[in-house]
């Protein structure tokens, strides 16, 4: 078990906590990085986050230099 896991471009971030959360101990965290456009993915999709003891997510901006719509998200 890890205390954290990351990931990118994997799959739709709902999907992408799904494959994560079995690898990260209780009480860690699973930080995605998207855009903001896929956050709207997300909002249908808590239910399964909730079902996977997830949870709902913190985002947390994060621009890069050459992508400005940059999210984390951190269950």
Do not use: C, H, N
């Not at 494959?19 to 456009?37: D, H, K, N, S």
């Not at 230099?65 to 998200?73: Q, S, Y």
Request: aromatic share 8%; proline share 7%; net charge negative.
């Amino acid at each position: 078990m890890f205390d954290v896991g990351t990931a990118r471009a994997v799959a739709s971030p709902i999907v992408t906590a799904e494959y994560l959360a079995p690898f990260v101990r209780v009480g860690g965290r699973v930080m995605i990085w998207t855009t903001r456009a896929a956050l709207d993915e997300v909002e249908p999709s808590l239910f399964a986050a909730q079902k996977l003891g997830l949870g709902s997510p913190e985002v947390v901006l994060a621009p890069s230099a050459i992508r400005d719509d940059g999210v984390i998200m951190v269950w």
